[in-house]
């Protein structure tokens, strides 16, 4: 009985040899699929509940839960510290994820969450873009340059022809890094430009949105002129208090949700009434031929971080981990020839049970 | 940054150097100190949630956070399927437990929260009982002998000169192996006989109820004639609808909860009304003399289980770790020269950062 671990250099390898470009695409249609078949009988995901502090930095750490019956639990801790980056070089979204075997409560695999956030992050914004944006979107704009803005250009580069990258940081130095830190993926005929907030919202079809504005102090634009089509990846909004796009933007546009309680707790849609907010990003997938009209207005899709999301995603790394025999196998919980012993390893004759500890993956037993 | 790993194995290592004996008592005496400072405004323990399901067995998977402010954050995942011992050769309860720095979010210590629940079960039953129970008390009764059963008595024999053990559990095999269980610890003088819970009652000044009983199948045993004194540790109860305790003797007794708002729910209190429940742990053990006068009557501790119980706990098996060197070191969370680039390993420059990922816990940066 043993724990699958991941690692940050579990997941590195397996990135190095499926290469980030596949594991983006096959999470962009994985996700768009567990979205299609989705069945709140079957899969069971609570809101997600946390501790929100000041001090010693403003952060939270939050737990997501999710129960597919009879199949896994899945629990996800993250912390946000926004402060991280800049006090101690700390990403600002650290996180992981235990998969649970719902017969026994074993942890089956422990994964590092902090990637996988990110990618799936932007996967889920390429799954409502492809449904709400513009078919010909080439025009990407980015307001917050930090890790959620490389996986949101890098999900959007596998679904449309991007060909201008419009970004702005209120922090020169992430704006500068930016380049840098997405020529792994990104066609280097694709012209990136520094573009202030306003003229960017006229000048792009796609505007994702992924700051640390703190809270009570967005949004982090102004609803000006845009094209006759705008789709916004509201990425950023995901705490009580804390938005980024205007209100009026919101009231003139077309708004998916992906979870719907959650985002009105915790998203955009905190600025909005009910019967303001669209169909959540479950219902536009199933029946996405009713919303093709949308793409040729203004959409929002309201994105908080959802459950399935992270389901998806560690399954597919998982996948990944078996295939090239990454990962370790780590003896974590008890073992015992009588489970009704806790103190079984006190005698003598269980010494040659208290063996290695670690054993490389395909070793698995 | 790397995460402090404490497998099953490690944490036998720690006991086998420590004692049991030693462990216990000292987890008895950080219990007590942990109630009589707890304060609500440090520490925040929201009442557990989990899941709940029937298929494919009976069973559950809960989470139990805690955050001490500014020191850290605790979360708890424990599995409870009571089919598991008989079925798959597991413990009924499978845990484990994560701590987390609230300044950064990031994962510091992952321990086995199996061995570390029974313990601190039983060390909260001694906590409880020597307030509440008869300072004389020489004789235990147990009403199932499983996992749990074998720590609440240990935990006893600590504080009071146990000199007689009555055993019951409907699985004759528990019975039969139950005094090579506790021979790690059990004085060879004291006997242990099987008796019946009707006679059980009438003769023991303690009783630990420890069962896993169905829901809507309790109580375990009736109230009958009893000593003029008697404690009962009441474990087992700790689900909405399962009890173990008949409500004619909770009545009669002065109870006290763990843990208010979660006994009313899951625990014994779910048979009585807010005004017949006594003071919670906390004021009981803050407050202890006034509860003196208890001891020469009927007194039930309702132990639910309580997150601050597994952080002390926890707390104590980290220190012996530090002590005895005990331990992984495992990179788990995503290290990054750029906590803005999610992406920065596709570097080839990075490729001297994707090293070892274990490490002897002595090596800790």
């Known amino acids: 009985m043993s724990t699958l671990l991941l690692s940050c250099a579990d997941l590195r390898q397996i990135v190095r040899r499926a290469g980030v470009d596949e594991i983006m695409d096959r999470l962009i249609e994985r996700l768009a ?7 709140p009988e079957r899969t069971e995901i609570p809101m997600r509940a946390g501790f929100h502090y000041e ?3 403003a952060g939270l750490i939050e737990w997501m839960p999710l129960l597919e019956k009879q199949r896994s639990m899945l629990m996800k801790v993250v912390g946000y510290h926004p402060e991280s980056p800049g ?3 700390l990403p600002t979204i650290l996180s992981n994820l235990g998969k649970y075997d719902p017969s026994n409560g074993r942890l089956v695999a422990l994964v590092d969450g902090t990637f996988l956030t990110a990618m799936r992050t932007g996967a889920a914004s390429a799954v409502a873009s ?3 944006a513009h078919p010909d ?3 990407v704009g980015l307001i917050g340059c930090g890790a959620q803005s490389v996986t949101q250009l890098h999900a959007l580069t596998r679904v449309f022809g991007v060909r201008e990258v419009q ?3 209120i922090d020169p130095a992430a704006e500068a890094s930016f380049p840098a830190r997405v020529r792994s993926f990104l066609d280097p005929a694709v012209a990136i430009h520094a573009m202030a907030p306003a003229e960017m919202v006229s000048d792009v079809d796609i505007l994702c949105v992924a700051t640390s504005v703190a809270i009570g102090a967005g949004p982090v634009f102004e609803f000006g002129q845009t094209r006759p089509w705008l789709h916004v990846n509201a990425v950023g909004s995901d705490f009580p208090g804390k938005i980024e796009v205007p209100k009026s933007l919101l009231l ?6 992906d979870a719907l309680d959650q985002a009105r707790r915790e998203g955009e849609c905190q600025q909005l009434l009910l019967d303001q907010i669209g169909h959540d990003l479950v219902a536009i997938t199933q029946r996405s031929a009713d919303f ?3 793409r040729t207005g203004l959409t929002v899709f309201d994105s908080t971080g959802w459950a399935l999301e992270d389901q998806v995603a560690m399954d597919l790394l998982l996948e990944y981990a078996r295939k090239f025999g990454i990962g370790s196998q780590v003896q974590i919980e008890q073992i015992s020839n009588d489970p009704r012993d806790p103190y079984e390893f006190l005698c003598p004759d269980d010494a040659q049970r208290a063996d290695k500890q670690m054993r490389p993956a395909g070793d698995a037993a």
């Open 130 to 132: 492809r449904i709400l």
């Open 55 to 57: 001090k010693p930095f």
């Open 137 to 139: 979107s080439s025009r």
């Open 252 to 257: 003139a546009a077309y708004v998916c949700p």
């Open 167 to 169: 970004i702005h940081d």
């Open 33 to 39: 699929d567990a979205l299609m078949s989705y069945d």
């Open 292 to 294: 093709v009209g949308k």
């Open 87 to 89: 006090n101690q070089r």
